[in-house]
C-alpha cells in the first residue's frame, strides 16, 4: 500500500506502510492511517535518522560532471546559441521548484495544476558557457586513464576542487541548488546536536544502520566545511571519524579487525566510503597526524578485510559477493573498497590501494553492471535498486573524477541507462509498486543516481523526475545535477511502459505523471528465483493507487532476523513458510491453499493507447485512452490446467478490470489485501472500500455460481506449515477474498474509484470478453 515513507527510518518503528516504507524494512504492515481525499501538504518534509529536513518548497536546478558541449564555429550563432540557452534557463527559474510541496504522508512532490509552455517544454540539457548557469569542463582530461592514476588536486571523489569553486555562484543563479545548500546545512546542523553514532549489532543487517548513518554525517560535514571553512564542522566530523574507529570513551564494537563486521560486509563498504571522503574532501584540511589515522583506520578495518574477500583463503566468506552477484552487494561492497582506494592512493606505502583497484574495477565489471536486465528492471526488487544504484554511481563517479574514466562500468551493460526508466515506472502516486523485499534503512543511499545517470547517459528526464523528490537534496546532488537542465519530465512521455525481459516481466500503467490522485496500477508475472532471495512467490500481484490513495498494496519485508529468511530460492525453502513471503500474502490467485511453483515460466502480452502527457500538468485523458496486460501464469500453479489474468484499464482510465481465467484441479481463491474499511453488499457481489473520505467499490460481475466476496485476517491458514519462528502481524490490513472450489472460472473484478464529480451512469460495466480476445477498445460496455 502506500509507502508513506513515514519519517524515513523512524526509530518508533510506525510507518503506515511497515515494510513497504523504503526507509524501514520491519513493520507491522502497509498500513495507512485514514485521513481525508484532500491530503496535507507539508514544505518541510523529514528523512534519515536522524530527522533530515528536506526543503520542497522554493525552485531548483543543479549541475554534474561539467559541461561536454561543443564549440559553435560561427561567434554569431554561437551568441545566438547562449541566448537560447540562458532564455530557457530562465524561464524555467523564474517558475522556481515546479513541486511547490510535498505530500507530508506519501512524501511524493505535488505539482499545481497548471499551464506554463515556456518552462513545461522538452527536457534537454541546453549548452551554455556560462558560468552563472552551467559547470564548467573539468580540466582534468588525461589521454590514458588508469585506475591506479589520479589527478593531482584534492578532492578527487566526486566533486573535484573546479566544481566547488564553481558552486556558490550556481547556488546564487539556482533554486534548486540553494534550496538544497539549505537543507544539507539544516541537516548538519541537526547531527551536530547528537551524540556520535552509536554501535549496534543487528543479527538481519549487522552493524549496517550505524555504518550507513556515519556516511550520512559525513557527507553533509564535510559539504558544510567546504561550503564554509568553519573547522566545527571539521572538528564534528572527526569526532565521528574517531567514534567510529573505537577510540572514544567506551568504544565502538570489537576491538580487533573485525569492528567494522566484514562477515556482514556492506558494513564495512559503507564505513571505508565514508572514512574516504572525510579523508578526501577535507584532505588539506587534516593534519598529518589526523589524515594518518584516518587512512590507518580505514586500510586496518575497510581495505584489508577487503584483500581478505579477495583472496584465495577467506575461511569466513567475506567476499561471497564477489561472485555471480548481479545485485546491490556487489555494487555497494566494491564501490566501498574504490572509493578508499581512490581516496588513498599516493599516500598509502603498503600498496593496498593500488591492488584493490586491480580487483575491484574488473569485478563490478561483471557483476554490478549487470544488476539491470534488458528492460532495466534491478534485478532484487524496487528497493533494492536505490541501494545498488548508489553504489554503482558513486563508484562510476569516483573513478571518473579522480582518475578520468568509468571504465566501461556505465556502457558494459548496454540496458544500464533503462534502469532510470525502470525507476520511474514502478513509482507511483501511492510511492513505489513495492514487490518484494524492501531492505534496511537508507541513510545515505537515496535515488539521486538517477541525476548522475541522467547526465552521463544524456537522459535529462532523469533528473527532472528526481530533483522535486523529497531524497534530491544532499551532497551528491550538488554536484550530479546540471543547471542547464531544462523541460518537465512528464512533457512527451507515456503513461504506461511494458518490461519484457522474462525474469521481470511487469506492467505500468496510470492516467496521469503530475496528478497525485490520479489512478496507478502495476501488476507482474515473471521468474520466482534469480532475484537474490529478495522475491515473494507473487505471480500475478498488483497494487492499485487512486483518489490519493493504494487502495490495494504490498507487505513488503518480512523479519530478516527470522530462521531461514535468506536460506535460498527452492521450492522447499523455509523462505516460502512466512506470510508475507508466501503466495498467500500476495495480492494474486491462491490454489489449494499452496506455494507457487518457483520454476514458474510465466509469458505474457500487452498492448497501450500509446498516451503520452504533454506540457501541462492538467492531464486530460482521452475516453478512448486504455491500456492492458495479460499474463499466462499455468505453471506457476500445481493442480492447474490453465490459468491466465488480464488487469485493463478502461472508461478513459478511471476503472480498472481484473479478470482471470482458471481450470484448477483444487481450491481457489482470489486474496487482495488492503488497509480501507470493508463493506459489503446485501448480496456480497460489491465490495466498498473506504480509506478516510476517498470510496472505491469494487464489484465481482457475472459471477460464477458461489463466487461472493468475503474478508479474511492477513494471517497464515491454520493447516499452513509452520514456519521456523511466528510472523510478523499485519494490524489493520484487510484480505478482500472470493473462496471457489476447484473447476473452470472466470472471475471478473471491477474496481471503480469514486471520483469526485463522476455521476454513477459515467462508470461502465463491461461486457464479458475472453482474455485472449481482449484488446484495447474490447471489453466494452
Known amino acids: 500500500m502506500a509507502a508513506n515513507y513515514d519519517a524515513l527510518g523512524s526509530q518508533a518503528r510506525n510507518s503506515p506502510y511497515g515494510s513497504g516504507d523504503p526507509y524501514y524494512n520491519e513493520s507491522s504492515g502497509y498500513i495507512t492511517p485514514h485521513r481525508p481525499v484532500k ?66 504522508q506519501y512524501l511524493v512532490p505535488i505539482y499545481p495544476m497548471t499551464t506554463n509552455t515556456a518552462a513545461y517544454t522538452t527536457p534537454t540539457f541546453v549548452s551554455t558557457n556560462n558560468s552563472s548557469l552551467a559547470w564548467p569542463q573539468d580540466p582534468f582530461q588525461p589521454s590514458n586513464p588508469s585506475p591506479t592514476s589520479v589527478r593531482s588536486d584534492r578532492p578527487r571523489l566526486i566533486a573535484p576542487s573546479y566544481m566547488w569553486e564553481s558552486l556558490p555562484n550556481l547556488i546564487q543563479n539556482d533554486p534548486y541548488l540553494s534550496g538544497w545548500n539549505d537543507t544539507i546545512f539544516g541537516n548538519a546542523t541537526q547531527y551536530m546536536a547528537l551524540s556520535p553514532v552509536a554501535y549496534y549489532l543487528d543479527g538481519g543487517n549487522g552493524i549496517l544502520d550505524p555504518a550507513r548513518e556515519v556516511k550520512q554525517r559525513v557527507k553533509a560535514f564535510s559539504y558544510a ?40 560486509f556492506l558494513d564495512t563498504a559503507e564505513l571505508t566510503a565514508a572514512y574516504a571522503i572525510a579523508y578526501d574532501w577535507l584532505y588539506n584540511a587534516w593534519t598529518p597526524a589526523q589524515r594518518s589515522s584516518i587512512m590507518a583506520t580505514m586500510i586496518t578495518y575497510g581495505l584489508n578485510n577487503g584483500v581478505i574477500a579477495y583472496s584465495n583463503n577467506d575461511p569466513a566468506a567475506y567476499g561471497w559477493w564477489k561472485t555471480n552477484t548481479e545485485g546491490n552487494w556487489n555494487c555497494v561492497c566494491n564501490n566501498g ?42 534485478s532484487e526488487t524496487a528497493n533494492y535498486w536505490y541501494f545498488g544504484t548508489t553504489g554503482h554511481a558513486e563508484l562510476a563517479s569516483s573513478l571518473l ?62 533528473q527532472l523526475f ?63 528465483q534469480g532475484h537474490q532471495t529478495h522475491n515473494d512467490l507473487d505471480c500475478g500481484d498488483f497494487v492499485v493507487d487512486a483518489l490519493g490513495v493504494r487502495w490495494f498494496g504490498e507487505l513488503g519485508s518480512g523479519d530478516y532476523n527470522s530462521v531461514g529468511y535468506f536460506s535460498n530460492d527452492a521450492q522447499d525453502s523455509q523462505r516460502w513458510l512466512y506470510y508475507r513471503k508466501m503466495t498467500e500474502g500476495q495480492n494474486t490467485i491462491l490454489v489449494n491453499q499452496a506455494n507457487q511453483n518457483v520454476l514458474a515460466a510465466p509469458t505474457v502480452r500487452h498492448d497501450t493507447s500509446g498516451t503520452v502527457q504533454g506540457s501541462s500538468t492538467v492531464m486530460n485523458v482521452p475516453g478512448d485512452s486504455s491500456a492492458y496486460f495479460v499474463a499466462d501464469l499455468t505453471s506457476a500453479y500445481f493442480n492447474v490446467t490453465s490459468f491466465s489474468r488480464g488487469v485493463h484499464l478502461i472508461n478513459g482510465r478511471k476503472q480498472v478490470l481484473i479478470q482471470d481465467e482458471i481450470n484448477a484441479s483444487a481450491s481457489v481463491m482470489w486474496r487482495a489485501h488492503t488497509n480501507a474499511t470493508i463493506s459489503l453488499s446485501a448480496d456480497s457481489l460489491t465490495a466498498t472500500l473506504t480509506i478516510g473520505s476517498a470510496t472505491t467499490t469494487v464489484q465481482l460481475l457475472n459471477p460464477p455460481s458461489g463466487a461472493v466476496f468475503t474478508t479474511m485476517n492477513p494471517v497464515r491458514f491454520a493447516s499452513d506449515p509452520t514456519p521456523p519462528q511466528a510472523d510478523q502481524t499485519n494490524d489493520g490490513v484487510t484480505v478482500l477474498v472470493i473462496s471457489l472450489p476447484a473447476g473452470t472460472y472466470t472471475l471478473e473484478v471491477l474496481i471503480n474509484p469514486q471520483w469526485p464529480g463522476m455521476s454513477a451512469s459515467s462508470y461502465m460495466t463491461p461486457g464479458s470478453v475472453a482474455l485472449s480476445q481482449w484488446s484495447l477498445t474490447s471489453p466494452s460496455s
Open 39 to 104: 491530503k496535507p501538504v507539508s514544505k518541510w518534509v523529514k528523512f534519515g535518522i536522524p530527522v533530515a529536513v528536506v526543503v520542497i518548497a522554493g525552485a531548483v536546478l543543479g549541475g554534474v560532471l561539467g559541461s561536454r558541449s561543443s564549440k559553435n564555429a560561427s561567434t554569431q550563432s554561437a551568441a545566438a546559441a547562449g541566448a537560447a540557452a540562458t532564455s530557457a534557463i530562465s524561464a524555467k527559474n523564474n517558475v522556481g521548484r515546479f513541486a511547490t510541496a510535498t505530500d507530508s
Open 225 to 264: 566545511y567546504r561550503m564554509t571553512n568553519d573547522t566545527k564542522w571539521l572538528d564534528r566530523t572527526y569526532i565521528e571519524l574517531q567514534n567510529a574507529a573505537g577510540n572514544l570513551t567506551g568504544g565502538w564494537g570489537p576491538d580487533n579487525s573485525t569492528k567494522w563486521n566484514p562477515t556482514h
Open 337 to 378: 573498497l574504490t572509493m578508499g582506494a581512490l581516496a588513498i592512493l599516493g599516500d598509502d606505502t603498503t600498496g593496498i590501494a593500488a591492488q584493490l583497484l586491480a580487483l575491484t574495477v574488473p569485478n563490478a565489471l561483471q557483476n554490478c553492471a549487470l544488476a539491470p536486465s534488458s528492460d532495466g528492471t534491478w
Open 401 to 462: 573524477t579522480a582518475t578520468g574514466s568509468t571504465y566501461d562500468l556505465l556502457s558494459v551493460n548496454p540496458d544500464f541507462q533503462l534502469t532510470g526508466q525502470y525507476h520511474m515506472y514502478v513509482s507511483g502516486p501511492g510511492s513505489l509498486f513495492n514487490y518484494g523485499d524492501c531492505g534496511p534503512n537508507k541513510y545515505s543511499t537515496t535515488a539521486n543516481a538517477m541525476m548522475f545517470y541522467g547526465q552521463q547517459y544524456n537522459m535529462p528526464q532523469y
Open 466 to 528: 528526481q530533483r522535486d523528490q523529497f531524497d534530491a537534496a544532499e551532497p551528491w546532488s550538488m554536484f550530479w545535477y546540471n543547471p542547464a537542465v531544462t523541460g518537465a519530465f512528464w512533457d512527451g512521455l507515456a503513461l504506461d511502459h511494458f518490461f519484457d525481459n522474462s525474469t521481470d516481466q511487469w506492467g505500468s500503467m496510470r492516467s496521469s505523471w503530475t496528478d497525485e490522485n490520479a489512478l496507478y496500477v502495476a501488476v507482474k508475472a515473471g521468474t520466482l
